[in-house]
């Protein structure tokens, strides 16, 4: 059996050498004679395997003891709804007696996924939604996700239940900037410094991929696994302390009540048991961050994933400079390290030539989103060097052939 390189957005590829562990363990999960799919969540092997899990994660991205790290399930979309409810229920118990008009939530939207985000916390009230920036009136055609906004153009409430972004729109290929002081950073300077704020990000596609800037500085950031770190199924949360709160005293408040398997102080004491987690998600994610443990951790795929981008992302202005291949994300607006998203010129049957001669080479999944068409290729952790090496050929060899 050949396997193909698979470019594709999520579920994504994820090592070999874990997968084939992983098969092992479907047999026999640590010499128990049970496989991890048939395991009690309950059984010692099981919660063992869990607490590293946690320190694992807790190592690798130096999450502070200020910051609880929760497991559960539900997604990214789930976390949509359940940040919303949680921190309701945080600013219900702090500031009591505001209405609902005067609650705010403030979302950065620089994507779709972030905008989807924004639309559920309008559906489920208590609040009020203020964007604090758009970036589509920012963009090439004054409407399209292809930038990072400056730090000028925010507007954040002053005193909001939730501030919201999304640190790497994956559908688009927008990222907040790294490096400090790079301007399509998030504009960490704009709240006062030593506040505990209400800060939330979704880092669903980049988990893992290099070290979280301001961490600490953090209310919650959760991403689904299905990218990085394992098979979908498993959502990780890193929550900061006073955001898990009772959300039944809030609720006697007047906020509204919030599910007890999306109460993050439901499952902080449970210790992410409070029902049946995701076992065997749970158990692939345990081999990949072994994986990256050996391989030097955040240090080591951040070297190897700024590179694999710059290939591409040079690869892709040879292209543009021959008028064969065009950036969807502007020039210094916010390029994705992990989804690079970009056109083929020339209309569908020059994409469709693309993509064709790239499967006939094994390079697979290459297809923008169904939103906005052209190609992604999505350089997640288990994406090798030396297959964006082959990626980065074959663009080479499509723009001089046209
Ligand atoms: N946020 C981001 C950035 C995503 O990429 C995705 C899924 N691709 C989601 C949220 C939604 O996640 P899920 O499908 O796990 O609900």
Redesign the pocket.
């Known amino acids: 059996m050949t396997r193909v390189i698979n470019f594709g957005?999520?579920p994504s590829a994820l090592p070999h050498s874990v997968l084939e562990e992983a098969a092992k363990g479907l047999l026999n999960f640590h010499g128990t004679g049970i496989g991890v799919a048939e395991i009690s969540h309950r059984s010692k092997a099981f919660t063992g395997f869990l607490t590293n899990l946690e320190s694992l994660i807790r190592t690798q991205l130096d999450v502070p003891a200020t910051h609880s790290i929760l497991f559960t399930q539900?997604?990214?979309?789930?976390?949509?709804s359940a940040v919303v409810l949680n921190l309701l229920a945080r600013h219900r118990l702090l500031h009591p007696d505001l209405t609902d008009a005067e609650r705010h939530l403030d979302y950065v939207i620089t994507?779709s996924?972030s905008k989807?985000?924004a639309d559920e916390a309008k559906r489920l009230g208590g609040g009020t939604v203020n964007i604090a920036v758009d970036s589509r009136p920012y963009s090439k055609d004054g409407k399209s996700f292809d930038n990072i906004p400056t730090h000028d153009r925010y507007a954040f409430s002053p005193d909001p239940a939730l501030i919201y972004y999304?640190?790497?729109?994956?559908?688009d290929g927008v990222q907040f900037g790294y490096e400090e002081g790079d301007k399509t950073s998030f504009p960490f300077e704009l709240f006062p410094q030593g506040a505990l704020l209400p800060l939330v990000a979704?880092?669903?596609?980049s988990f893992m991929s290099r070290p979280i800037p301001r961490l600490a500085d953090h209310a919650v950031i959760y991403a689904?696994a299905?990218?990085n770190i394992g098979p979908?199924g498993l959502?990780i949360l890193i929550v900061r302390q006073d955001c898990l709160v009772d959300v039944d005293a809030a609720a006697k408040l007047g906020a509204v009540p919030v599910p007890l398997s999306m109460s993050y102080k439901v499952l902080a004491d449970a210790k992410s048991l409070y029902n049946t987690p995701s076992v065997l998600p749970i158990y692939i994610a345990g081999l990949v961050l072994e994986r990256m443990k050996e391989k030097g951790g955040m240090p080591y795929y951040e070297d190897v994933n700024r590179r694999k981008a710059e290939k591409v992302y040079a690869a892709l202005k040879r292209g543009e400079e021959k008028g064969v291949m065009q950036s969807k994300v502007k020039e210094g607006g916010g390029r994705s390290w992990m989804n690079v998203v970009f056109d083929i010129v020339g209309g569908p049957d020059a994409l469709g030539r693309f993509n064709s001669g790239a499967e006939a080479k094994g390079l697979h999944e290459l297809k923008g989103h169904r939103s906005v068409g052209g190609i992604r290729a999505s350089l997640y952790n288990a994406i090798t060097e030396d297959q964006v090496d082959q990626l980065v050929a074959y663009m080479d060899e499509f723009t001089n052939a046209n």
Do not use: M, R
């Not at 539900?74 to 949509?80: D, E, I, K, S």
């Open positions: 957005a999520g539900g997604g990214g979309t789930g976390q949509f994507g996924w989807k985000a999304c640190e790497n729109e994956t559908v979704d880092y669903s596609s689904g299905q990218k979908a959502t």
